[in-house]
């Protein structure tokens, strides 16, 4: 099983949901890159997800272009707000989804709220991609159960 999780930047949202897929299943090939990739993932997404026991901290923003070369099962779009465009995937797909996501980067205000912001986006994150995980990758790995 292979995916690729996509967004604009790939600093926030997709570095999430590639670190919660492999917390689900290690044994799943996952990346995750963005459109116009930003210079390193948001620091408050590495700290949100620290509080899950997950680290993120040795990931950086890579350019879906690195990937175009290659088969994926699934290519997962995350971006939300109307003021994105999702990018489209041209390579080898088997099955396009998406979930999305509002853009905890963009969020305004106290340094509280704003980190309120980050963690309200990783636990709708980790509930939409622990139900895709559950609904279609573990059936589709233990078809029996």
Do not use: W
């Amino acid at each position: 099983m292979k995916i690729l999780v996509l967004c604009t930047g790939n600093s926030c949202r997709s570095q999430m949901a590639e670190g919660f897929i492999k917390s689900f299943d290690p044994t799943v090939e996952v990346v995750s890159a963005g459109t116009e990739p930003s210079g390193q993932v948001h620091p408050k997404a590495i700290q949100v997800m620290k509080e899950e026991g997950i680290d993120i901290s040795g990931g950086y923003p890579k350019n879906v272009s690195e990937f175009l070369d290659e088969a994926f099962d699934y290519v997962i779009t995350v971006c939300g707000g109307a003021k994105e465009s999702c990018p489209m995937f041209a390579g080898e797909v088997k099955h396009r989804l998406h979930i999305g996501f509002d853009d905890p980067a963009e969020a305004t205000g106290t340094e509280e709220f704003i980190l309120s912001e980050f963690r309200r986006i990783r636990n709708e994150i980790k509930r939409d991609f622990r139900k895709f995980y559950q609904e279609v990758i573990d059936v589709t790995k233990h078809p029996d159960q």
